[in-house]
């Protein structure tokens, strides 16, 4: 039995900057902030969004993966790898936790593949963020900082561990329906998103039907996806589905589109009456808002099509 959602969509975009919260509740994305893979430098665009991020204040940060530039055969060294998260941390971690802004990332490709051969990797970035837990509600976190989940204000959300193509692995599809008996309304984040936005990655996805039923099921209302370095606020039978930018290198098209998408992030807001807006800040100065008019009114692929949100009645 499908439930009845317990919190609306509005899509809206910002065209001035606020000057305080108006909101319940304030959530900034990001994603793929990576390089070259094994670079310690990241571009100075980096540096601008994260100062941007600290004077919007938001209550939490999330990221989608690709902190790192991980990933490479031959392995990159132990030295190497760490040296990678000593710069992300000094770039955006660090001025995170001075804000006092909590940062929840869930693991990218690049970060820490499941793939065969790079279990140092994973290893490595289970002790990078061990020590740096968000200062947040933990509902579930004995595989922090894979699969989590913690509460904010009445909404609940869940890191996936999803680094590899097809479904979810062990128990996440499980816990997840754990997670959907509290009734709160669930705001879903990982690298892999479940259906296709970008050209040429329409096969790097979980694709999963069965994790749809369960998102309808567990009162999912948002899912939040990176790895496809292209914005769509897409939306499908009665979940958004949000593909971010890349802030980093390799910025993609979407399918049905002609132009690469810009550099950018992404604010979530949701409000005191039950409903949540989307808006994504485009670089260099991440002021401007993208308007969502720009984008295809949908996004066809043979796995699903997702409706632009502002389209959605």
């Given at each position: ?312 009645k």
């Amino acid at each position: 039995m499908i439930r009845k959602r317990s919190i609306t969509v509005a899509a809206f975009v910002w065209t001035v900057v606020l000057a305080c919260k108006a909101a319940a509740l304030d959530v900034i994305v990001i994603s793929d902030l990576n390089g070259s893979y094994g670079s310690v430098k990241y571009d100075a665009r980096i540096e601008k969004a994260i100062k941007r991020i600290i004077e919007i204040d938001p209550d939490l940060v999330i990221s989608t993966g690709d902190m790192v530039a991980g990933q490479r055969i031959p392995n990159l060294s132990d030295k190497q790898v760490r040296e990678m998260w000593k710069a992300f941390h000094k770039a955006v971690s660090d001025p995170l936790e001075a804000a006092g802004i909590p940062f929840a990332v869930t693991p990218g490709n690049h970060d820490a593949s499941a793939y065969r051969g790079f279990e140092r990797e994973r290893k490595i970035y289970a002790e990078e963020w061990g020590p740096r837990k968000p200062d947040v509600d933990f509902l579930m976190s004995d595989d922090y900082p894979f699969f989590y989940a913690f509460e904010m204000q009445g909404v609940t959300f869940a890191s996936l561990d999803a680094t590899t193509l097809g479904p979810l692995s062990g128990d996440q599809q499980d816990e997840l329906e754990q997670l959907g008996a509290n009734g709160d309304p669930i705001v879903t984040f990982s690298h892999l998103p479940l259906w296709p936005f970008a050209i040429q990655r329409e096969r790097e996805i979980i694709g999963d039907p069965t994790l749809e039923k369960i998102y309808l099921q567990s009162g999912v209302v948002l899912h939040l996806s990176g790895h496809h370095h292209a914005f769509y606020p897409g939306w499908k039978d009665g979940v958004a589905y949000v593909s971010q930018a890349c802030l980093g290198g390799g910025p993609r098209r979407l399918i049905g589109d002609r132009a690469r998408s810009p550099h950018s992030f992404t604010h979530v807001t949701f409000q005191p009456n039950g409903e949540f807006g989307i808006a994504v800040y485009r670089g260099p100065a991440f002021e401007r808002s993208v308007d969502f008019k720009s984008l295809p009114k949908e996004i066809k692929s043979p796995n699903a099509v997702l409706k632009r949100l502002d389209l959605v009645k």
